[in-house]
C-alpha cells in the first residue's frame, strides 16, 4: 500500500470560496493500492506549499499529488514550490503526462507541471480542472506504481514484465 496525499493548490479553494473537485477527483480514482493519508487544501503561496511537501515527505508518504497552481498567473506556483522540495527532478512523467495532454488539447502547452523525488517520495503536479486531472492521472497510474516500488527499493528491472 503506498502512503498518498493530496494537495490542492487554490486561493479560492483556501477561502472556502471553491469548492475543491480536483482534489476529490484524484482521490476517488486511486485505487485500493493508494491508502490517502492526508488531502489538504492550501493557498497559492510557494513558502506553505513547499513547506507541506517537506512535512509529508519527513513522514514518509510515498506520493504526493499536487492539484492546481500549474497555469501561468502570477499565483501560480506550484512547480516552483515542488523544485524548492525536490532532490531530484523525474521529467518523464511530466512529459508523458505532456505529450497524452496534447494529443487531446494544444491548450495543454500551458500547463507547467513538474515530478520529482526528495528522498524516498515521489511529488507529482497535475493540473487544476478536474478533466485535465482525470486525463493525466488515468495515463500515468499504471507505470506510476513500478516507480513508486523502485523508490521504495521493492521492486528493480525496469525493462522487464512490461
Given at each position: 500500500?503506498?502512503?498518498?496525499?493530496?494537495?490542492t493548490a487554490?486561493?479560492?479553494?483556501?477561502?472556502?470560496?471553491r469548492?475543491?473537485?480536483?482534489?476529490?477527483?484524484?482521490?476517488?480514482?486511486?485505487?485500493?493500492?493508494?491508502e490517502?493519508?492526508?488531502?489538504?487544501?492550501?493557498p497559492?503561496?510557494?513558502?506553505v506549499?513547499?513547506?507541506?511537501?517537506?512535512?509529508?515527505?519527513?513522514?514518509?508518504?510515498?506520493?504526493?499529488l499536487?492539484?492546481?497552481g500549474?497555469?501561468?498567473?502570477?499565483?501560480?506556483v506550484?512547480p516552483?514550490?515542488t523544485r524548492?522540495?525536490?532532490?531530484?527532478?523525474?521529467?518523464?512523467?511530466?512529459?508523458?503526462?505532456m505529450?497524452h495532454?496534447?494529443?487531446?488539447?494544444?491548450?495543454?502547452?500551458?500547463?507547467?507541471?513538474?515530478?520529482?523525488?526528495?528522498?524516498?517520495?515521489?511529488?507529482?503536479?497535475?493540473p487544476?480542472s478536474?478533466?485535465?486531472?482525470?486525463?493525466?492521472?488515468?495515463?500515468i497510474l499504471?507505470?506510476?506504481?513500478?516507480?513508486?516500488?523502485?523508490l521504495?527499493?521493492?521492486a528493480g528491472?525496469?525493462?522487464?514484465n512490461i
Amino acid at each position: 500500500m503506498f502512503r498518498t496525499a493530496i494537495i490542492t493548490a487554490s486561493d479560492k479553494g483556501y477561502a472556502g470560496i471553491r469548492q475543491d473537485e480536483s482534489g476529490a477527483l484524484i482521490e476517488a480514482m486511486l485505487d485500493e493500492d493508494y491508502e490517502v493519508v492526508c488531502k489538504v487544501i492550501l493557498p497559492d503561496d510557494r513558502k506553505v506549499l513547499a513547506d507541506e511537501m517537506r512535512r509529508l515527505c519527513v513522514e514518509s508518504v510515498d506520493l504526493i499529488l499536487t492539484t492546481g497552481g500549474t497555469g501561468f498567473s502570477e499565483r501560480d506556483v506550484t512547480p516552483e514550490a515542488t523544485r524548492d522540495v525536490v532532490e531530484r527532478l523525474a521529467p518523464g512523467i511530466g512529459q508523458a503526462m505532456m505529450f497524452h495532454s496534447l494529443s487531446i488539447t494544444p491548450r495543454a502547452m500551458l500547463s507547467r507541471q513538474i515530478a520529482g523525488i526528495c528522498g524516498h517520495t515521489l511529488i507529482i503536479n497535475l493540473p487544476g480542472s478536474p478533466k485535465a486531472v482525470k486525463e493525466n492521472l488515468e495515463y500515468i497510474l499504471g507505470p506510476l506504481k513500478h516507480g513508486i516500488e523502485i523508490l521504495k527499493g521493492e521492486a528493480g528491472e525496469c525493462g522487464k514484465n512490461i
